[in-house]
C-alpha cells in the first residue's frame, strides 16, 4: 500500500515557476514509477511527465517539454516537479499517481495509487 500527498500548488503570475512535491508513504517506493497528471475544468486527466523506478527514464507531454522537469529522491520518498515559465493553460488540479513497474506507464489506467490533488492556477 502506498499512499501519495502532494504540496506545492497556488496562485502564480504567467511566466512564473511553481516546485510541486509529492511524498510517498512504504519501504518500497524505489519500486514504483511516479507520475504527474493534471485535469482541467471539463477536461479529461492527462499525464503530464512521468518518471521510471530509478530516474533513469522520464516522459513529457509536448506541451510542458523544456518547461517541467520532473525528478525523485527514493531517500527521502519523493518525487517532484517543477515547472518554470507557467502558462494559464496550465491550470489544473496535479495529481501525483504511483505504480509498482519497472518502466513508464503512460495511461490513467496503468496507475494504481493516487494523490488528493493540488491546485495551479496561472493567471496572465
Known amino acids: 500500500q502506498v499512499q501519495l500527498v502532494e504540496s506545492g500548488g497556488g496562485l502564480v503570475q504567467g511566466g512564473g515557476s511553481l516546485r510541486l512535491s509529492c511524498a510517498a508513504s512504504g519501504r518500497t517506493f524505489g519500486r514504483y514509477a511516479m507520475a504527474w497528471f493534471r485535469q482541467a475544468p471539463g477536461k479529461e486527466r492527462e499525464l503530464v511527465a512521468a518518471i521510471n523506478f530509478s530516474g533513469s527514464t522520464t516522459y513529457y507531454t509536448e506541451s510542458v517539454k523544456g518547461r517541467f522537469t520532473i525528478s525523485r529522491d527514493t531517500a527521502k520518498n519523493t518525487v517532484t516537479l517543477q515547472m518554470n515559465s507557467l502558462k494559464p493553460e496550465d491550470t489544473a488540479v496535479y495529481y501525483c499517481?504511483?505504480?509498482?513497474?519497472?518502466?513508464?506507464?503512460?495511461?490513467?489506467?496503468?496507475?494504481?495509487?493516487w494523490g488528493q490533488g493540488t491546485q495551479v492556477t496561472v493567471s496572465s
Open positions: 499517481a504511483a505504480d509498482q513497474r519497472w518502466g513508464l506507464a503512460y495511461a490513467r489506467r496503468d496507475y494504481e495509487y
